[in-house]
């Protein structure tokens, strides 16, 4: 299996002239292995798991789309806004974000990709990205093309079936972001953007009950949320006084999650498919 290293943006160019590093509510240091073990088994076989419990069939060739694997550096460019498509990759290890940015500089990020999500999968059938893709943190990707999708699905349309699955699993989360952007008030839409990455993250065998590793900064949540930084410094103290939800060294704690739900209005159906972990 190959392996490339793809060159290094620094993390600072990353916000559009912004200094990405300078208010940080995550990092990228490794969080400590007593608070978040890795799964047994990887985030892409647990999500294929998932939708075998779902439907009751199990895709035979997803491995023919983990072939080509390639590393990228924090801050690095992985899909430009525009480029020609065709070609998707699959999330192993790191987390990046999809955004749109408009002549003016401003940028809205679209999704975050976790281990186990597909960054650009509507790339794989325009003739054009729609969305840049962003390597929050260093992260391990497996590049996949139309030709290789078009090949392992015609022996296995089971498998073009569970590509079908997450692309809907990928409308339901922006479908919801849309939601918070349009009609949540800006302590609710954190708490449930807070909510959406534990329960991802969780079902991904990433996560805890009592939360998770975090490495975003707080440029990337306004972005993400429609909000200016220090409105997030301003929202994200205001939930750790409440002791609903705080951070610490890369790490996200959930401190009383039940009344984070209510506050959010959070209601995770559009995570959790039949067959789901709890969460």
């Known amino acids: ?23 940080d509510v995550g990092c990228t ?24 419990r779902i439907s ?13 694997k390639r590393v990228f550096k924090p801050g690095a460019q992985i899909v430009n806004q525009g480029e020609r498509g ?42 054009f990205a729609m969305q840049d893709v962003t390597a929050i ?4 990707v497996y590049e996949v093309s139309f030709d290789i999708v078009g090949g392992a699905t015609g022996p296995d349309p089971e498998l073009a079936a569970f590509l079908l699955w997450l692309v809907a699993s990928e409308s339901a989360v922006t479908s919801t972001r849309l939601t918070d952007l349009g009609r949540r008030t800006a302590i609710e839409r954190t708490a449930h953007l807070i909510l959406e990455l534990a329960t991802r993250l969780k079902l991904a065998g990433l996560g805890t009950d ?7 900064t707080q440029y990337l949540i306004a972005d993400a949320l429609g909000l200016t930084p220090v409105h997030v410094n301003r ?23 039940d009344k984070l739900v209510v506050l959010a209005q959070f209601d995770g159906a559009y995570l959790q498919h039949p067959g789901s972990l709890d969460c």
């Open 1 to 23: 299996m190959a392996e490339t290293s793809d060159s290094y943006i620094p993390l600072r160019s990353v916000g559009s002239g912004r200094d990405a590093s300078a208010v």
């Open 29 to 52: 240091r490794p969080i400590p292995s007593r608070r978040a073990s890795a799964p047994a088994i990887s985030p892409v076989e647990l999500k294929t798991a998932r939708y075998a």
């Open 56 to 68: 009751g069939r199990q895709p035979r060739l997803v491995n023919w789309l983990r072939k080509t």
């Open 86 to 127: 065709g070609r998707a990759f699959i999330l192993d290890q790191g987390w990046t974000y999809s955004s749109c940015t408009l002549r003016s500089g401003s940028r809205q990020i679209i999704d975050i990709q976790i281990p186990g999500d597909i960054a650009n999968l509507q790339g794989l059938i325009l003739p």
């Open 137 to 140: 943190t260093r992260v391990e």
């Open 210 to 216: 009592t939360g998770f590793p975090c490495p975003m």
């Open 235 to 257: 929202v994200l103290r205001e939930l750790r006084l409440s002791r609903l939800a705080s951070h610490h060294r890369g790490w996200l704690n959930l401190l009383d999650r």
